[in-house]
């Protein structure tokens, strides 16, 4: 089987990181150098296993273990471009339709964690903001901000990221509540700090 994607990520390198579907609807993403036979950074999305093999046993625990397997999935580095192929290959191939703009069905990816401990969110290709856990809670704070927003979870910050950029853009349809609930949130983060 062809891997047309991962041979371009290979070759060119990422800045950021990019998705690859694979045949059997999976979804890893990966992060590399140009010219790499080592991927820098292989993320399978929940409901993928990497196999049993030498060439993936890098994995991230300590990042599981710092974010409870909060975004889920698992993290594994410095994998061999060969065994990320094989495992597309196991896995049907890549999907034909890889720019397909009805998938994901979240329209946000996070990033790797920082080394400060926080993940950059892109909504739409475009960085959005930060979602970062200080004291077991999680918090979301859009770029241009200085008030980070209280949230129930890592998800359920991406989420309050995705919709912080649909009210930017004016695309949401819920733009005025959302508009509301986040200015009650900044105002009140403001009189707290005051």
């Given amino acids: 089987m062809i891997t047309a994607r991962l041979n371009r990520i290979a070759a060119a390198g990422t800045v950021c990181g990019s998705i690859i579907r694979l045949g059997d609807g999976h979804v890893i993403s990966v992060k590399a150098a140009p010219d790499a036979t080592f ?3 292989v993320f399978l ?3 993928l296993t990497a196999p049993d093999t030498e060439a993936w046993e890098n994995e991230d625990t300590l990042e599981q273990w710092l974010t409870h397997d909060e975004p889920g999935g698992h993290l594994y580095l410095d994998v061999p471009a060969d065994a990320v192929r094989e495992l597309i290959q196991d896995h049907l191939g890549e999907d034909e339709e890889q720019d397909r703009v009805d998938f994901p069905p979240v ?3 996070i990033e790797a964690r920082s080394r400060r401990g926080h993940w950059v969110v892109h ?8 979602i970062f856990r200080e004291g077991g809670v999680w918090y979301a704070r859009a770029y241009g901000s200085d008030a980070p927003v ?3 979870g890592a998800e359920a910050a991406a989420a ?3 919709e912080f ?3 930017a853009a004016g695309r949401s349809t819920t733009a005025g509540q959302a508009q ?3 200015a009650a949130v900044l105002n009140a983060v403001a009189t707290d700090n005051t």
């Fill in 39 to 41: 991927l820098e950074e």
């Fill in 45 to 47: 999305w929940p409901g």
């Fill in 107 to 109: 329209r946000f990816l």
């Fill in 123 to 130: 909504v739409e290709g475009e960085m959005a903001g930060r």
């Fill in 150 to 152: 209280e949230c129930a």
């Fill in 160 to 162: 309050r990221l995705v």
């Fill in 165 to 167: 950029a649909d009210v």
């Fill in 180 to 182: 509301a609930r986040t």
